[in-house]
């Protein structure tokens, strides 16, 4: 029998199905490869911050869920630091170092100035980058509060350019005890001289000195004193022009109401209020609205406002963080820190920040909808705001004026130096303040400083 001899080139159906099925495979493969070398790769985007703990939860919990919803290669991580001054320092061992991350730094702006100014004492020599290329994406949909708004004039004016903007307010209001006040028939106090004579009245009528202070020293005794001397017309940073003077003569005499416990109170102090260990609780943040009403107290007995008008204005500190973006950054990340400023800027997330931390916020537009039983407190604020805010200038040596405007209140306020010495102790900080200028900053500097060039931001 003859055999056919199978030709080497035929292949069984078979065959040709493994083939195909392993070619498929492999362009299979292939291209899942080539799709990942294709897709972006993720980017981390650091966002430095100095909050208390709610807050930070609100920005873990909300704010990063979000960004990252709408942005899904890159990856947020909030890093927090226990003050602005670590921040400070941090951000500039990263620019020492010439490796900084794609970073956006929220800062509070009594320490914006250690970044904005480099070792020529210039902003043009500092740690941060100027943003006015990024300001139409930055401030896209956003209107801002006319106080933010002079500050950004000021920056403008100043500096040649705008290198921080708010992304925050803090402004402090006057808290009472209602209660106390309907029963002797006192209405809160609207000018200085009526703050010392319901003051008095309230004295004489419960035995209680009635006022708490923010007086145990460190950055909040300087704070509130700033603002007590704008009101006088005066400029804090000098210690002793004619306004200064004034308010500290107001404060010693009021001192005679303060509190037992005064020297301890500070931002955040807010327990006497509410046990009657006082009955007026001097500026405080407005935060403290919504921590009392957490830990369950009846709103209906406490009271708040703006506080009481100064002889010259109503100026009201403003407080709170601004953002800033440090030099060295790798440009191709540049965008998303933007995005994530863009994001903190936006009406949706400062209304939340609004109604969920009790911040006053940035963007006007943010003001609405505010829930019924908030209403009272950010109707308060945005009167205080409407009256006029004053911001601290951004300067680099703002630490140093806080030290010696504490030892100046304890020397004066605590220690109870006489009447009379209140204008030559406030010169002697004065000196101090020129000297230590003259000798860690320089000549130039010192003299700007003794001519009144740096001062009260009021807008």
Do not use: C
């Not at 406030?426 to 200028?437: E, F, G, V």
């Amino acid at each position: 029998m003859t055999h056919r001899q199978r030709s080497p080139r035929s292949l069984s159906t078979a065959a040709i199905a493994a083939i195909v099925v392993v070619v498929v495979v492999v362009v299979s493969v292939g291209g899942y490869y080539a799709y990942i070398s294709m897709r972006p790769k993720p980017v981390t985007v650091y966002l430095y911050v100095s909050l208390a703990p709610s807050e930070l939860s609100f920005y873990e919990n909300t704010l990063v869920p979000q960004f990252e919803k709408e942005h899904p290669h890159v990856i947020l991580k909030v890093v927090q630091f226990s003050s602005a001054s670590d921040e400070a320092e941090e951000v500039l061992t990263l620019e020492k170092s010439g490796s900084v991350p794609p970073l956006l730094v929220q800062i509070d702006n009594m320490v914006v100035g250690q970044l904005l100014y480099g070792p020529n004492g210039t902003v043009q020599s500092g740690y941060v980058i100027p943003l006015n290329p990024y300001l139409s994406q930055l401030l896209s949909n956003v209107t801002l509060v006319p106080s933010v708004q002079h500050v950004m004039n000021y920056e403008t004016t100043a500096f040649g350019g705008i290198y921080f903007i708010p992304v925050r307010l803090n402004v402090p209001l006057v808290f009472y005890n209602a209660t106390v006040f309907a029963k002797y028939g006192i209405s809160p106090p609207e000018t200085w001289g009526q703050l010392l004579n319901v003051a008095a009245l309230i004295y004489n009528k419960t035995g209680v000195a009635p006022i708490d202070f923010q007086g145990h020293g460190g950055a909040s005794t300087p704070t509130e004193l700033f603002q007590w001397m704008t009101q006088a017309g005066g400029n804090p940073l000098l210690f002793n022009d004619s306004g200064d003077v004034y308010a500290m003569e107001f404060l010693y005499n009021l001192s005679k109401y303060f509190s037992p416990r005064y020297t301890t109170g500070y931002w955040g102090s807010y327990k006497g209020l509410v046990s009657g260990v006082y009955y007026i609780l001097d500026y405080q943040w407005p935060y403290i609205y919504g921590v009392m009403e957490s830990e369950g107290v009846n709103m209906s007995h406490i009271g708040v406002y703006p506080g009481p008008k100064g002889p010259v204005n109503a100026a009201h500190l403003a407080g709170g963080d601004v953002l800033v973006i440090p030099k060295n950054e790798p440009s191709a990340d540049l965008k998303y820190v933007l995005d994530v400023a863009q994001l903190l800027l936006s009406t949706p997330v400062q209304h939340d920040m609004l109604v969920s931390l009790g911040w006053p916020v940035v963007n006007s537009e943010a003001y609405t909808n505010i829930p019924s039983n908030m209403s009272v407190l950010y109707d308060n604020i945005e009167e205080a705001i409407d009256e006029g805010l004053v911001f601290r200038p951004p300067v680099p040596w703002i630490t140093e004026w806080n030290s010696l405007m504490d030892r100046a209140w304890t020397q004066i306020i605590v220690d109870h130096a006489p009447y009379n010495e209140i204008p030559s102790i406030l010169s002697y900080y004065n000196q101090q303040m020129y000297d230590w200028l003259k000798t860690n900053v320089g000549p130039q500097v010192a003299e700007a400083y003794e001519k009144g060039y740096y001062g009260p931001l009021t807008g």
